[in-house]
């Protein structure tokens, strides 16, 4: 598998947008025709000429991150679409249509271009029903290997009951791992064990004590939310769902994800105070997701219960309880609207800004503590120091993003590069380090704190000093939203996690005919094979728990 470094001069015009003719042209006779998407033109490819276009593209035209890859049935069709991106330049992307007969559903994979293809490949073949042919582990990925159908297939019966029957006594190395005088030892970690972070299940196979390989397996908290948010009408009914994604303390993040993306589509406007107020909102579920992985990551490590992780959830506490005065809510929050929000700061209004004030004044002190405690203690640093590798060309090749990606030096963060919001207005830096291990990964998220908290307070400042008369939380947005038939869009935001997106086709009526979600997590884990082989197993809990996932986003 190539990992030749991209030259992203072709295709690029003087001011930094995309010249589509030249890609169509370094694509040459492999492109059937162009599509236009709502956030960038796409190219249709035959099923058989995925990978060279893929790797043309990577290579050739810098398109160095896959963000996504979409699959969905149509009644003439099946299609799968590959959203493409730069790392150094996110608001470049194109797609890459691949559409196969209905008859036979199968295409090349992407897998030999861009690595975070085989997972995203394998959810489209466990839910869709598309083959992808040389695929390096073709099988579902989701639910076990013994279900009957394709539950996002237009044929699907959703009413069909079914038994799903169990390999009984499989050797689970069988396939590979056990071979003549191997010593090698199958272990299971999870799916019921805190250390995986909620229902993980990794398979590891040790020689001796190191890990030889370990293979997460997914899927335990499989919940459709994708299927819901399908069956839901735009205005009203799918808004309520993305708080629980990423459940821990990303709501107003999650919301954001689809409310970009659905006013896009729609082409509604968001009042400017309304997008300060968010801003703000979001910065808060920032801090206190950064504080949760800060205190299950201590407890993973060296089992700091009593100093560390209690420290951070005070901390978090503070922020959910202002959360809760703004949003009405403690953790499904439900307070975005398309268009804007659903209401204003609450009364009384100072007190609430000064209950903000007053924590910001207090978090310095508290995150000089936090480095006290943990950052500079030498058992956490043995632990942590040059375990968990993740060097930035294999991180990019799996489509890491995150505080995952900028502990791995990747200078990659939404909120600056595809502005959106308020953020093009404030002062912030992004934070990168480049240690690539674990240490760093924990560095950046304390980094993330102190800029959150900058991007707080000047969002604090500009609501206190909003003139009342123009205090607009809403635009004017029509009572059924119908989306113009066959519009497609891709939009992300940056998440606590990393770049979470969302995919819609819309098909002329008041609900989406496809919704995609790109979780940022999802594309994090599949990269713990590369950070964990060869190291020990505390040095594997110590990886996955630097990566942060949520499992309700993983599975969805």
Known sequence: MSLEEPTPDVGELPGGDVDYDALEDLLGEKVLR????????????????????????????????????????????????????????PMQEVGVVVPTARDNPVSQTGSAAYRTADWHEREAYDLVGINYEGHPDMRRILLPETWQGHPLGLDYNQEKPQIVTLDKHKNPLEPDNAQGESDTMFLNIGPHH??????????????????????????????????????????????????????????????????????????????????????????????????????????????????????????????????????????????????????????????????????????PEKVEEYHDLLTSNEIFQLRCVNTGILEPEVAKQYGVTGPVARGSGIDYDLRRDDPYGYYDKLDWDVVTMDGCDNYARVLVRMGEVEQSARIIDQCVELLADWPEDDREIQSNVPRTLRPDEDAEIYRTVEGAKGELGIYMRSDGTDKPARFKIRSPCFSNLQALPEMSNGEYIPDLIATLGSLDIVLGEVDR
């Open 194 to 363: 805190p250390a995986t972070h909620g229902v993980l299940h990794l398979k590891t196979v040790l020689d001796g004590e190191q890990v030889a390989d370990v293979e997460p397996d997914i899927g335990y908290l499989h919940r459709c939310e994708e299927q819901i948010c399908q069956n839901g009408t735009y205005r009203h009914q799918i808004m309520p769902y993305p708080d629980r994604w990423d459940y821990i303390s990303a709501g107003l993040l999650n919301e954001w994800a689809y409310a970009r993306a659905a006013e896009d589509l729609a082409d509604l406007d968001v009042p400017e105070y309304a997008q300060v107020i968010r801003t703000m909102g979001a910065e808060l579920c920032r801090i206190a997701s950064h504080m949760l992985a800060l205190g299950t990551f201590a407890l993973d490590v060296y089992g700091d219960f009593t100093a560390i992780f209690q420290y951070a959830f005070r901390d978090r506490e503070i922020v959910q309880s202002i959360l809760e005065d703004l949003t009405g809510q403690r953790l499904m929050f439900n307070y975005f609207r398309l268009g804007g929000v659903a209401w204003d700061l609450p009364e009384p209004r100072e007190e609430f800004l000064d209950k903000i004030r007053d924590f910001l004044d207090e978090l």
């Open 34 to 89: 162009r599509e236009e998407h709502l956030n960038a033109t796409a190219f249709v490819v035959r099923p058989d000429a995925v990978e060279e276009t893929l790797q043309t593209l990577r290579v050739e035209a810098g398109f160095d991150h896959c963000s996504c890859v979409t699959a969905q049935e149509y009644e003439d069709r099946f299609e799968s679409i590959y959203h493409l991106r730069k790392y150094d330049a």
